[in-house]
């Protein structure tokens, strides 16, 4: 019942995504269907957090997706701000 929360732009990698704030790094990715996501190092990662929640190893399955069919300029480079409101 803990809230994280980083901001910031990814930048597209050769994998997918990084984005860092303030020594966090945010990599996301998209294996078999669903986005990835790890945080690290968890020391300045935390600060994101609260109590003792961690932004490291979420996974959004494909069937959280608001549409099944997703835009296909979601996963190129060039993204942009990624904001998930």
Known sequence: MSHCGIEG?????PDGWLLENQGCQVQLWEEGGAIMLAASPREACAPFCGARANLNGLTFPHSSR?????????????LGELSPC
């Open 9 to 13: 732009t990814a930048n597209a990698t």
């Open 66 to 78: 608001v549409t099944a069919n997703p835009d296909p300029s979601l996963f190129a480079h060039d």
